[in-house]
């Protein structure tokens, strides 16, 4: 009989968090008495993963030895390696079939071009999804981070929203965007518009109505760019798929959250023989996993805004 995965890719730039989120995600599945395993599919990241059960692509390949070998740049030989990895799937394949029954946390690398401008990442997951793959098979969802900071000026906002609408068509998979590092607010102070109105990503184009925002010269940004960026706001909310997931690993109780919005996006939410605790959660956070309960929003905007 052929192994079945369920498994998450956390993708997103550098410094937002991926590996945190990562280590905290296996932290709280041995809480909830679920077996994973932490998959690194950064060839350039050096984190540490030694407290952890890891498979590491650094055994694999390298950028900086690739780097060395062909003389390259450090984009060209990340793709290099993507190319190397993909060519070399069975290597990662026969890692995997080691942890048969375990929960699978790909760590992937920030570098944005890789999901806008490149196939590697997309060929590299058809691979691992592919379901006529006789090795294993394997069902994910797509996880991608955002920082809160983008919530304080007008365009990297929009700019966060259109990359996520551009990253989970090109991925083709489930997908998930997430505000995180939310706990940064009581060092950053309040933002501009309510924690609701980013979280659930609904018309971007009132955003510009309301806030009168300047650029590094001074000027406004609605009078140099307002024409522009309207148009994108409007292409974005017109494919009515942006919302975000509020997030920082501290609290237990949004990675929960988070959790089961992965495993009813790759489907293990919906599988028999689940653990007595897992089922416990289910119903305690029942429907609530499919909208953002304004409790829930109300109680982080006490804890993160009063706090400051």
């Given at each position: 009989m052929i192994p079945y995965y369920y498994g998450s890719i956390i993708i997103g730039p550098s410094g937002v968090g991926k590996s945190t989120l990562c280590k905290g995600l296996l932290q709280m599945m041995e809480q909830i008495q679920r077996k994973s395993i932490i998959i690194n599919m950064d060839p350039a990241n050096e984190d540490s993963y030694e407290d952890y059960l890891c498979i590491n692509i650094l055994e694999l390949i390298t950028v900086e030895d690739v780097m060395k070998m062909f003389k390259l740049g450090p984009n060209a030989a990340l793709l290099y390696c993507f190319q190397f990895l993909l060519d070399n799937i069975k290597w990662l394949f026969d890692k995997l079939l080691k942890y048969q029954d375990y929960y699978l946390i790909f760590d992937f690398p920030g570098q944005i071009e890789l999901y806008l401008a490149n196939d590697s990442i997309y060929n590299l997951i058809q691979s691992l999804t592919n379901k006529n793959n006789q090795t294993l098979q394997l069902s994910l969802v797509a996880v991608q981070l955002f920082d809160c900071l983008n919530c304080y000026q007008v365009n990297t906002f929009i700019s966060a929203s259109l990359v996520s609408?551009?990253?989970?068509?090109?991925?083709?998979?489930?997908?998930?965007?997430?505000?995180?590092?939310?706990?940064?607010?009581?060092?950053?102070?309040?933002?501009?518009?309510?924690?609701?109105?980013?979280?659930?990503?609904?018309?971007?184009?009132?955003?510009?109505?309301?806030?009168?925002?300047?650029?590094?010269?001074?000027?406004?940004?609605?009078?140099?760019?307002?024409?522009?960026?309207?148009?994108?706001?409007?292409?974005?909310?017109?494919?009515?798929?942006?919302?975000?997931?509020?997030?920082?690993?501290?609290?237990?109780?949004?990675?929960?959250?988070?959790?089961?919005?992965?495993?009813?996006?790759?489907?293990?939410?919906?599988?028999?023989?689940?653990?007595?605790?897992?089922?416990?959660?289910?119903?305690?956070?029942?429907?609530?996993?499919?909208?953002l309960p304004t409790e829930l929003v109300m109680e982080l905007e006490t804890e993160l805004f009063e706090s400051n």
């Open positions: 609408v551009t990253v989970s068509a090109n991925l083709s998979l489930p997908y998930l965007a997430v505000l995180n590092k939310l706990d940064l607010i009581k060092q950053y102070g309040e933002m501009p518009l309510s924690l609701q109105y980013y979280l659930e990503g609904e018309n971007l184009k009132y955003m510009l109505e309301v806030t009168d925002q300047y650029d590094e010269e001074g000027q406004k940004f609605k009078e140099k760019y307002g024409q522009l960026t309207y148009n994108i706001a409007e292409l974005i909310d017109s494919k009515e798929v942006v919302s975000f997931e509020p997030l920082y690993v501290e609290n237990k109780k949004l990675i929960m959250r988070l959790i089961l919005k992965m495993d009813k996006a790759n489907g293990y939410y919906f599988l028999e023989n689940l653990p007595p605790i897992y089922k416990s959660i289910q119903e305690d956070v029942g429907e609530e996993i499919d909208f």
